[in-house]
Antibody, heavy 122, light 113 residues
Framework: QITLKESGRTLVKPTQTLTLTCTFS??????????VAWIRQPPGKALEWLAL???????RYSSSLESRLTITEDTSKNQVFLTMTNMDPVDTGTYYC??????????????WGQGTTVIVSS | DIVMTQSPDSLAVSLGERATINCMSS????????????LAWYQQKPGQPPKLLIY???TRDSGVPDRFSGSGSGTDFTLTISTLQAEDVAVYYC?????????FGQGTKLEIK
């Protein structure tokens, strides 16, 4: 059974750096075809894909946020991290991590964490 | 970036009736190598994470009721709920995973009439 759980600071001040952790179980990020993604959702708004790390270390980012994002992994601890710099109140929202495969089955984000709420305020 | 546009933004349907949500992508999502469209549909209820309903445009994920179906190819896709149940009230999103950056539609809010 695959599970993912997000954790990190709930309240950050503008201009600070946010680091979130996704701790997962039931799969390995060293397995070919596997990835872990980060997605966020401002209150009452749509989902926004942020970043993705693949089993081979390939990393992909949102075009609009790429300069502020860094995704990394610790495969020994089954964790993926997302760092976002220069936080602003518009970055307030729920941040999710999700399991993704590209082969043998390319199925989108099949398992999601419950999400962690981040509030950016002075 | 591939732009995903859903229509309508909101929809009210009577219980037992059919609900149809459309999604259009700014470029084709069809992989010629396997004839699959990398398009997914998600359902999100208040206070919950999204749930995968459909992938490859028309394949139901495990455990998803068969009243949910997906269709379409290339740039035009549809999610259909054949007979609306009360528990289907939610926001529905399409998403392309054809190429990064992956992108979502703006969402369609489905309510009971």
């Amino acid at each position: 059974q695959i599970t993912l759980k997000e954790s990190g600071r709930t309240l950050v001040k503008p201009t600070q750096t946010l680091t979130l952790t996704c701790t997962f179980s039931g799969f390995s990020l060293t397995t070919s075809g596997v990835g872990v993604a980060w997605i966020r959702q401002p209150p009452g708004k749509a989902l926004e894909w942020l970043a993705l790390i693949f089993w081979d270390g390939d990393k992909r980012y949102s075009s609009s946020l790429e300069s502020r994002l860094t995704i990394t992994e610790d495969t020994s601890k089954n964790q993926v991290f997302l760092t976002m710099t220069n936080m602003d109140p518009v970055d307030t929202g729920t941040y999710y991590c999700a399991h993704h495969t590209v082969y043998p089955l390319a199925n989108g984000f099949d398992i999601w964490g419950q999400g962690t709420t981040v509030i950016v305020s002075s | 970036d591939i732009v995903m546009t859903q229509s309508p933004d909101s929809l009210a349907v009577s219980l037992g009736e059919r609900a149809t949500i459309n999604c259009m992508s700014s470029q084709s999502l069809l992989y010629n190598s396997n004839n699959k469209n990398n398009l997914a549909w998600y359902q999100q209820k208040p206070g919950q994470p999204p749930k995968l309903l459909i992938y490859w445009a028309s394949t139901r994920d495990s455990g998803v009721p068969d009243r949910f179906s997906g269709s379409g190819s290339g740039t035009d896709f549809t999610l259909t709920i054949s007979t609306l149940q009360a528990e289907d009230v939610a926001v529905y999103y399409c998403q392309q995973y054809y190429s990064t950056p992956y992108t979502f539609g703006q969402g369609t809010k489905l309510e009971i009439k």
